[in-house]
């Protein structure tokens, strides 16, 4: 369970590519507009992005304007980091639907008692996805890191802080 909570948590910063790249457009080009970001979502999405349980994904903060400028990130550093964004985030997007395929597998054979070696296997592959998606994910923003400063690498750590207040054993205390 506490791994399934600390991998949601995960999810939701690698899900923001799938979902949350388009939400993010439409966020931008709503406060382009002067706009809230929910304008124009139908009710049902608008209580979804206030939603403690599914907060609203996070602009880009090498493309938003304001975060830019909090950020001093450079036009140099916004392409470079837009171009891991684009080269890294498909690949992360089709792990985790991967993923789901097979944790829903997982799920089926375990309440279905199926054989026992073919629950491992599954297991086995389950581990494996989950393993190349956190280590691409983790690929990424290392390489996003890279092109920051010292600086800037520490305000962006500080916007993800509350999203992620002490992911790693929090619940094992």
Known sequence: MVRQIAFGIALLLVSAPGRGAELCERDQAAQQRGGHPTAGAKPDQAAAAA????????????????????????????AAVEKIWNATAPGLRDLRTKLEKLEDTLSQMTDSSADEAAVIAQITLVETTRAELNKGRTLMIYRMNKLLTADQRAKVKKMYEPREPNRRGSSLR
């Open 51 to 78: 939603d403690k349980d599914h907060p609203a994904p996070r602009p880009k903060w090498w493309i938003d304007p304001k975060l830019r400028a909090e950020f001093a990130v450079t036009d140099q550093q916004s």
